[in-house]
Every structure is written in structure tokens, then in C-alpha cells.
């Protein structure tokens, strides 16, 4: 049974009780008694003693180690927490300008700044093309190298030229969104992927070998093995980047396909899907054709009864609450790939049933479970709210 820790009244009472029976005739219970001020000192002392034999006793397993014990624990697994990434890194944004000198341009390496202060910096030369010239950017890393999720932003968002340049306004948008900014992994991202290697060792090429390969890569939150996808001799690696892609809804960027260096198979991957395979390619089997695919969306929509008395919050909740259980139990493979594709509607139910106010509500539809089928994520559609 867990040991029960003593809070800092207890002790108190201890020691006062201690001091009490010990020298014959003292009172550890007067006010201004010395005993008594010793004693609620060793008290406190002791409290704290305790207090670190609790976080001594966290960080000593990896279940409950938190920073860099957590990482510590991980290292031994060769898990490692991810870098922050700024948004732009891996597909470069584009921010516009309104230009009237056909021969002015904006240099490699310009600042730009955002409406509420993040600074990019350009990465490509900006040309005049008719009445307007367009740019490559990226968002700056902070100086502690922490986060980089502030860099994603989208389409329309206004920018400014951090020097003026003649024959070019000043403000222009963003034409093409910048996507792929995270902030450094935390604790709550590190621990299943430490522990998923903890429970998995490697197999020399085990389906769960080829998830722990993906998850290594900066970026992917979740990954799906299907041996034999696309035919023997082959591995289908399917991925997600939720954080770093959130505006394209999590789906991984780019061409489905093989690493760079891979032979015997077309085409090459692009974007964050030539990053996995890249990873993954001399990690593999030597005779693996590994394939790093995007899931396409399976959308479902939902028709809710019962939603009369539902305020703007409990529908936003209960959309949240359904969206928690796509990502939780949602999968591109399906039974018969050897992976349970299924997402229950108990499950969907008893979500929102955990929300306040949502008594009474019956989903109308879909009827039944949410069957997946190979290649697809099932991904929420639009919510009707029927009285």
C-alpha cells in the first residue's frame, strides 16, 4: 500500500508530543516556551525532508520522472525530446507585397515583421512580377530556442518590410500559410513515446519498430505500420504532424513515396514525408521498400438530438470532446490490416456524456461505429444540432 506522508500539522503535534514525554516537567505546548519553537523547527525540517524523499521518488522511475529526468530515462531507450521548429523551416512561407518599380526587389535575408511583433526573415530573392513581388520567409527562433509554434500563421495575416525598400509598400500578407512551427516537446509528448520503447524492444524490423522509427522524427505525433501495404516486400508508414501542420489539420505535407537514396521505388517523398523516409531508410531492413504516406480524410459528420438548452460553449466542448476521441482511437488501418480501425460510438457517447449540460442528447447519427478503412483517418465533418 502507498506509504501515507505526514503533513505538517501531524508533525508538529509529533514532535510537541515527543518533547512533552521526554524532560520531566516541560510544556512544548506554551506559546513563547523554547521547546515549542525548536520543536515546530524540527517539524518543518522534517516536512521538507519529506517533501524531497516524494520528488526523489518521482524522477527514480520513468513513469513519473519529469525534464531532464524524463530525459535521462528516455536516453537510455535512445528517445530523445524534440527540438522546437520554426514555422517555415520545412515548407518555406510566401508573404506578398504591392511593388511600383518594376526593378526593385527585396534581398536574401530581409526582416519582416508580424502585426503583433514576430519577426521571419526572408530566404529567397523577391522579384518584381508585375504590380507585385513575393518571398520566401521564415520565422525566427526565439533566443532560448524554446518555442516556434508563435511562427505558423495564415493566409491574409499582414506583414511588414522591417527595412523600406524603395518601389515596394511596406505592407503586404501572407499568400501562402506558414506551417511546421512547434515549440520544443514536452513532458506529456516525451513520456508515451519513452515508454512505448520501454515496452516495445527493438525486433529487427517489427511493425512496432517502424512506429518508433516515425515517432523519432521532429514533428510526428502519432504513426501506423501496414506490412505489405503496397504489396510484398513492401512497408506502408503512415503519419501525423498534429502541432506542427495544425492548420492543414494535422496531415503531413508533401508527395507520398520512398527516401532520397531508395532505388527500387517511385516516386521520391517530398516535404515532411520525405523527412520520415529519410529517417527511416537506414534504420530499415536492408530488403524493406518503405513507403511514407500521408492518411487521406475520412470525414464523418454528426447529427445531434436533444440540443435546445446546448449554449455556444457545451457545442464547442462536445466538438472538442469527439475530435480528442478521433485523435485517440482514430487509425488508417483497418481490422484486417491488423490494427483495430474501429472508433465505438460508446466511446463518443460516454465524452460527451462527461460534459455539464449535455443531458438528454442522442446522437442521431452516424448509426453505429466508425469503421476505417486502409489509407483513410476518420476526422470529424460538420456537427447539425437538432432541438
Do not use: H
Not at 60 to 71: H, K, Q, V
Not at 336 to 361: D, V
Amino acid at each position: 500500500m502507498p506509504f501515507a506522508r505526514p503533513t505538517l500539522t501531524q508533525l508538529r503535534a509529533q514532535v510537541a508530543a515527543d518533547i512533552q514525554a521526554s524532560p520531566n516537567g516541560s510544556d512544548p505546548l506554551l506559546r513563547f516556551s523554547a521547546l515549542k519553537v525548536l520543536g515546530t523547527a524540527l517539524a518543518g525540517l522534517a516536512n521538507l525532508q519529506y517533501g524531497y524523499t516524494d520528488w526523489v521518488s518521482l524522477q527514480s522511475n520513468p513513469f513519473t520522472a519529469t525534464e531532464e529526468f524524463l530525459e535521462a530515462w528516455a536516453a537510455l531507450k535512445g528517445i530523445y525530446r524534440e527540438a522546437a521548429t520554426q514555422a517555415g523551416s520545412v515548407t518555406p512561407g510566401q508573404v506578398t507585397f504591392p511593388a511600383s518599380s518594376s526593378t526593385a526587389s527585396i534581398p536574401i535575408g530581409s526582416p519582416l515583421t508580424r502585426g503583433d511583433g514576430v519577426a521571419f526573415t526572408t530566404t529567397s530573392l523577391g522579384v518584381v512580377v508585375g504590380n507585385s513581388v513575393t518571398v520566401n520567409a521564415v520565422a525566427n527562433a526565439d533566443p532560448t530556442g524554446l518555442t516556434g509554434a508563435f511562427g505558423n500563421c495564415a493566409v491574409g495575416t499582414v506583414m511588414n518590410l522591417g527595412t523600406a525598400i524603395a518601389g515596394i509598400s511596406s505592407t503586404g500578407s501572407v499568400t501562402t500559410a506558414f506551417t511546421g512551427g512547434a515549440d520544443v516537446e514536452i513532458d506529456a509528448s516525451l513520456r508515451p513515446r519513452m515508454l512505448f520503447a520501454y515496452q516495445n524492444p527493438p525486433q529487427g524490423g517489427a511493425v512496432k519498430d517502424y512506429i518508433t522509427w516515425a515517432s523519432e522524427v521532429n514533428g510526428v505525433t502519432r504513426a501506423w505500420c501496414n506490412a505489405n501495404g503496397f504489396g510484398a516486400g513492401t512497408v506502408v508508414v503512415y503519419t501525423m504532424f498534429d502541432v506542427t501542420e495544425a492548420l492543414n489539420g494535422g496531415f503531413p505535407q508533401g508527395v507520398n513515396g520512398v527516401a532520397t537514396l531508395e532505388t527500387r521505388g517511385t516516386p521520391t517523398a517530398t516535404l515532411d514525408l520525405l523527412t520520415v523516409a529519410n529517417w527511416i531508410y537506414p534504420l530499415r531492413p536492408a530488403t524493406a521498400l518503405v513507403w511514407s504516406v500521408a492518411p487521406m480524410q475520412q470525414v464523418v459528420n454528426f447529427t445531434i438530438s436533444g440540443t435546445a438548452s446546448f449554449s455556444a460553449a457545451t457545442k464547442a466542448a462536445i466538438q472538442s470532446a469527439i475530435s480528442g476521441i478521433f485523435v485517440l482511437y482514430g487509425s488508417p488501418l483497418s481490422t484486417t490490416a491488423g490494427q483495430n480501425g474501429t472508433i465505438y460510438l460508446s466511446y463518443i457517447e460516454s465524452a460527451i456524456a462527461a460534459i455539464s449540460g449535455t443531458q438528454g442528447f442522442v446522437i442521431a447519427a452516424p448509426t453505429g461505429n466508425i469503421v476505417g478503412t486502409t489509407g483513410q483517418l476518420p476526422v470529424l465533418g460538420t456537427i447539425t444540432w437538432n432541438p
